[in-house]
């Protein structure tokens, strides 16, 4: 049960990163350089997440993506959050450093809740970015989602 919740938030995750990347597109000429470093922080720190726990090399947190490739990489971070759900015991520990190479260690279900409660934080600040530009900002509430 608890990885079906959790495969449930990360396609929640997946689809509302699509749908900012969509509204990003649009208006792409309203859109100032915190707006595309904010999204591509977003999707950085869920590949890193990702590539701690099954040990792959990783993205730099703040490196700026080209826009074009975004929806893959939001894709490919959905595909393998999903893998790890279905491969790993989500209560299983793993360490790994952060970016500042401090050692640590955290539940696998830590790791990816951790990615997905990022990104919805991050989504409201890019949301308010969005506002501030005169672009109609995404409801991105996992309600909406729901119904």
Do not use: C
């Not at 470093?37 to 993205?59: D, K, M, V």
């Not at 934080?121 to 506002?131: P, W």
């Amino acid at each position: 049960m608890m990885k079906e919740k959790l495969i449930d938030l990360l396609e929640y995750t997946y689809h509302f990163n699509k749908e900012m990347i969509k509204v990003i597109s649009e208006n792409i000429s309203k859109t100032d350089e915190k707006i595309i470093s904010l999204i591509n922080h977003t999707f950085n720190a869920q590949q890193i997440w990702n590539s701690r726990i099954l040990g792959e090399s990783s993205f730099e947190v703040w490196q700026i993506n080209p826009f074009e490739n975004l929806q893959e990489i939001n894709q490919q971070n959905f595909n393998k959050s999903v893998e790890i759900v279905k491969k790993f015991d989500l209560n299983q520990k793993s360490e790994y450093k952060n970016s500042k190479g401090t050692l640590f260690e955290n539940e696998i279900f830590e790791m990816l809740f951790q990615a997905i409660n990022h990104s919805t934080y991050h989504r409201g600040q890019i949301n308010s970015l969005l506002k501030q530009n005169g672009i109609e900002p995404v409801l991105t509430d996992y309600i909406f989602y729901k119904r």
